[in-house]
Nanobody, 127 residues
Framework: RVQLVESGGGSVQAGGSLSLSCAVS????????MAWFRQAPGTERDWVAN???????TYADTVKGRFTISKDNAYNTLNLHMDSLKPGDTAMYYC?????????????????????WGQGTQVTVSS
């Protein structure tokens, strides 16, 4: 059974930093594509960043240059380091694991490519 458990969320002032982690079991992070999504209250869930099967990363324009997605192969985890946080980054953050056939990079921002999801961790940024 695949399980994803996020941690590291919390409250921070604008300009601060947070690091999220997603502990994965029943699924190999190293050889698969994974992503972070987020959902603010009253809005749809949005793609934030992904890392494909080859380790290549892609970011939404709203977070590019501030967020860094990475895999920790030793611990089978997915990480998201967030710098220069803004109130607009306030949301529930979800990690997601893609189908194991390694979807093309062009489709990795689509929720449909991810059959496995964590429960989410809340990030709140105050001004």
């Amino acid at each position: 059974r695949v399980q994803l458990v996020e941690s590291g969320g919390g409250s921070v002032q604008a300009g601060g930093s947070l690091s999220l982690s997603c502990a994965v079991s029943g699924y190999t992070v190293t050889t698969n594509a994974m992503a972070w999504f987020r959902q603010a209250p009253g809005t749809e869930r949005d793609w934030v960043a992904n890392i494909d099967c080859d380790g290549i990363t892609t970011y939404a324009d709203t977070v590019k240059g501030r967020f860094t997605i990475s895999k920790d192969n030793a611990y089978n985890t997915l990480n998201l380091h967030m710098d220069s946080l803004k109130p607009g980054d306030t949301a529930m953050y979800y990690c997601a694991a893609a189908y194991t056939f390694c979807p093309r990079r062009a489709v990795l921002m689509q929720e449909e490519m991810y059959p496995y999801w964590g429960q989410g961790t809340q990030v709140t940024v105050s001004s």
